[in-house]
Structure formats: structure tokens, C-alpha cells
């Protein structure tokens, strides 16, 4: 069953978190245990909180994934960026639906 984390977090250092979240993908890619997809949401209402999306296909695959060092090291460079600790939301894909 695929699994998703959502990391609801703030920062006034947006480019930076990207840039070290492009850097992320670079070495993590062709990875076992990687995300599959990331989106980035960026809040509307409240401007500087956004919302990461973080597909694995199973949850199991995102428990290796976050026990290995190098995601641990990458969180912690995160957290540097935030201005409030992320808060993260883990959840079992029931459906999805594409609709075009």
C-alpha cells in the first residue's frame, strides 16, 4: 500500500529549503527505499508555511528511508531552515483518483 508523510513546516528561507531539498533528491535518486514523488505546497492564507508531500510506496520502504543517516542528516538541515519544528502527519493512501 503506498504511504505518504506530510511535513507541515515555516520558513522565511524558502530558496534555501529548496535548494537543499534539490540537492536531496540528486544523491537520494535510484535509491532503494526513496520517495517516489514530493510536492511542495505553499499555504495561501499563511505566507511562509507550506506543506511537503512525501509519497514512498509502501510504509515500510519510509521507515528504512528515515532510519538511514544520511535522511536523518538531511531532517536536521531542514529544521535549521524552519522557523517553527516541522510537524509531521503519516498516512496509508486509501484512493487516489486522477480526474482530467
Do not use: W
Not at 537520494?28 to 512525501?54: C, H, K, M, W
Amino acid at each position: 500500500m503506498k504511504f505518504v508523510q506530510i511535513i507541515d513546516f515555516e520558513t522565511d528561507r524558502i530558496d534555501e529549503m529548496r535548494a537543499l531539498s534539490e540537492d536531496m533528491e540528486k544523491r537520494f535518486a535510484g535509491r532503494e527505499n526513496s520517495p517516489t514523488r514530493r510536492q511542495i505546497l505553499a499555504d495561501r492564507n499563511q505566507p511562509g508555511r507550506y506543506l511537503a508531500v512525501i509519497e514512498f510506496d509502501s510504509h515500510e520502504e519510509a521507515m528504512r528511508n528515515s532510519s538511514d543517516p544520511e535522511t536523518s542528516k538531511f531532517a536536521e538541515q531542514m529544521a535549521a531552515l524552519c522557523t517553527r519544528p516541522p510537524a509531521f502527519t503519516d498516512c496509508d493512501v486509501v484512493e487516489t483518483s486522477d480526474l482530467t
